[in-house]
Nanobody, 126 residues
C-alpha cells in the first residue's frame, strides 16, 4: 500500500513563494502518474499539475502556468511543486496523488489517482 505525505505549506503574502514536497513510500515505476491537486473551501478539488513519469511529460493547469513548476525525483519518488508569484486565489489545501500500478487516465481527473496524501494548507494574503 503506497503512502504519500505532503509538507511545505504555510502562510505567505501575495507574490511570495513556497515549495511543496510529497514524500512517498510503496510506489514503483509502474505508478505512472503523479500529481498535485488543490481544494479551496466550498470548491471542487482541481488538478494543478501532473507528471506522466514514463515519458517525463508534465501537465500544468492554465491557472498556474508560468508560476508553478512540478518536478519529480525519480530515484526517491519525491514530488515537488515550486510555487512562485502566489496569489490570494491560490489559497487552498494542496494534495499529492499517485495512480495505481499500471493505471492510466486523464491527468486532471481525480479518478486517475488511487493514492492520496492528507494535504498541506497554503494561505496567500493580499
Amino acid at each position: 500500500q503506497a503512502q504519500l505525505k505532503e509538507s511545505g505549506g504555510g502562510s505567505v503574502q501575495a507574490q511570495g513563494s513556497l515549495r511543496l514536497s510529497c514524500t512517498t513510500s510503496g510506489l514503483t515505476d509502474q505508478n505512472q502518474y503523479m500529481a498535485w491537486f488543490r481544494q479551496a473551501p466550498g470548491e471542487e478539488r482541481e488538478a494543478v499539475a501532473a507528471i506522466y513519469a514514463p515519458a517525463d511529460f508534465i501537465f500544468t493547469a492554465d491557472s498556474v502556468k508560468g508560476r508553478f513548476t512540478l518536478s519529480l525525483d525519480a530515484a526517491t519518488k519525491t514530488l515537488y511543486l515550486q510555487m512562485n508569484h502566489l496569489k490570494p486565489e491560490d489559497t487552498a489545501r494542496y494534495y499529492c496523488a499517485a495512480s495505481r500500478a499500471g493505471g492510466a487516465g486523464v491527468w486532471s481527473a481525480q479518478s486517475t489517482y488511487t493514492y492520496w496524501g492528507q494535504g498541506t494548507q497554503v494561505t496567500v494574503s493580499s
